[in-house]
C-alpha cells in the first residue's frame, strides 16, 4: 500500500515562502509521476505540478516562475517550494503519485496566504 505523507503548510503573508514536502513509502522513482494538486473552497481540485520518472515537469500557468517542484529519491521525498505567494494560492494542498493504473493521495495540508 503506498502511502503519501505532506507537510510544511501553514499561514504566511502574501509575498512570502513555504515549502511543502512530500514523504513517500517508497522510492518516488518507482511511480509514473508524482505531483501536487490543490483544492481552494468552492473549488474544483487542480493540478499544480508534476514529475514525470523521466524527468518532464509540468506547471499551471498560476504558479510558473514561482512554485518549483523536486524530488529527493534518497528521502523518498517530493517538494513545493512555493515563493512570492499571493492570497489566491491558498488551499488544501494534496500530494499524488501516480502508478498506472492507480493514483494516490496524501491527506492534504493547508495554505493559508493573507493579504
Known amino acids: 500500500q503506498v502511502q503519501l505523507v505532506e507537510s510544511g503548510g501553514g499561514l504566511v503573508q502574501a509575498g512570502g515562502s513555504l515549502r511543502l514536502s512530500c514523504a513517500a513509502s517508497?522510492?518516488?522513482?518507482?511511480?509514473?509521476?508524482m505531483g501536487w494538486y490543490r483544492q481552494a473552497p468552492g473549488k474544483q481540485r487542480e493540478l499544480v505540478a508534476a514529475?514525470?520518472?523521466?524527468?518532464?515537469?509540468n506547471y499551471v500557468d498560476s504558479v510558473k516562475g514561482r512554485f518549483t517542484i523536486s524530488g529527493d529519491n534518497a528521502k523518498n521525498t517530493v517538494y513545493l517550494q512555493m515563493n512570492s505567494l499571493k492570497p489566491e494560492d491558498t488551499a488544501v494542498y494534496y500530494c499524488?503519485?501516480?502508478?498506472?493504473?492507480?493514483?494516490?493521495w496524501g491527506q492534504g495540508t493547508q495554505v493559508t496566504v493573507s493579504s
Open positions: 499524488n503519485a501516480q502508478l498506472f493504473p492507480n493514483y494516490y
Open positions: 514529475i514525470s520518472s523521466d524527468g518532464t515537469i
Open positions: 517508497g522510492s518516488i522513482f518507482s511511480f509514473d509521476a
